[in-house]
């Protein structure tokens, strides 16, 4: 299977050199903030700075239509993906690299989202604030890269078959019913590893969610990993033996190894953006392919879902 490539400020710059015309380096802008911050990650990319010749990836608009479902930027069907990603102006030779201002927070998702949708060659940059400080050429003038500015040869996005995509979707995603399922009949932690990437107070119910309305609590069976303990304070991702002793010491989990007697791990967060930080962290150090789904409709779902018994608070 095919994974994210996380790389530093360094790395990118020698990706950028090995550019083509037929087979280019994009970064992607993948800003996003959580509804309770006055900020615009779109506007900013049109408005501010940004890396030379970067296109930006919407996480609001590259996602299923409200029409088709009442929660935030869950993951599009095959048609609405291929419109969104012709309109990006992307092509599948290119080497996509996802940044976003915060450091580390939405891009991975974004990022993965293009694994999903079969692109060979995509990468993380860790992280943009590292990219700013070293000095390197940002843009701040008129927006460098367009969908007019694809190849040529290539204007629409060669997107994978649909049934190729459905086959990633299914073994990386897993949806309310399935996971309802596992909950009621107390198979969850038999099953599976879930962490959720909350912080801890929205895990316990001791602190509200973002979402006006929305009650805060948790899965039965799930454990607490806030995405912020994969990070280091600079809000880079932490060495790969810090993270191995993060889950070895706080759950007693060896990812140098297959896991046993699981069918996996589940990851998941508020709406499906920061559980993608921890889905990275552990795809970066496993030796093994521990096979690992995302909650697309996390916490935001399961507490509209749910019934109330399932909710718990501690």
């Not at 950028?16 to 900020?39: C, E, L, Q």
């Not at 998702?109 to 590292?130: C, E, P």
């Not at 019913?177 to 107390?186: A, I, Q």
Request: proline share 6%; charged share 25%.
């Amino acid at each position: 299977m095919v994974r994210v490539k996380i790389i530093n400020t360094q790395a990118f710059k020698d990706l950028v050199k090995t550019g083509r015309p037929s087979f280019r380096v994009v970064p992607v802008d993948a800003t996003w903030y959580m509804p309770n911050i006055p900020a615009n990650g779109k506007l900013q990319f049109l408005n501010e700075e940004r890396l030379p010749n970067a296109a930006f990836f919407d996480l609001d608009e590259v996602c299923l239509p409200s029409s088709k479902t009442p929660y935030p930027h869950m993951l599009a069907d095959y048609d609405t993906l291929n419109r969104n990603l012709n309109n990006l102006g992307l092509n599948r030779t290119d080497k996509l690299v996802f940044y976003d201002k915060s450091g580390i927070f939405s891009s991975p998702r974004a990022a993965w989202n293009m694994i999903l949708a079969g692109h060979k060659q995509v990468f993380l940059l860790d992280h943009f604030k590292d990219y700013k400080a070293s000095g390197a050429p940002l843009d701040t003038e008129e927006i460098a890269f367009t969908a007019t500015d694809a190849l040529e040869a290539s204007l629409e996005y060669d997107i994978i078959e649909e049934e190729e995509y459905d086959q990633n979707y299914q073994k990386q995603v897993i949806e309310y019913e399935e996971l309802f399922d596992l909950v009621k009949s107390g198979q969850l932690g038999s099953k599976y590893i879930t962490f959720d990437a909350r912080a801890t107070p929205r895990f316990t119910g001791e602190a509200p969610e973002p979402r006006e309305g929305l009650s805060s609590g948790h899965i039965p069976s799930s454990l607490s990993l806030p995405f912020n303990k994969v990070l280091t304070e600079n809000g880079n991702y932490k060495s790969k033996q810090e993270i191995l002793d993060l889950f070895k010491t706080e759950f007693n989990l060896d990812l140098t190894k297959p896991l046993e007697g699981k069918e996996g791990i589940i990851v998941m967060c508020g709406t499906g953006v920061t559980a993608v930080i921890l889905r990275l962290a552990i795809e970066s150090v496993a030796e093994s392919k521990i096979p690992i789904r995302v909650y697309d409709g996390s916490w935001t779902e399961w507490a509209q879902r749910a019934p109330s018994e399932f909710i718990e608070k501690v």
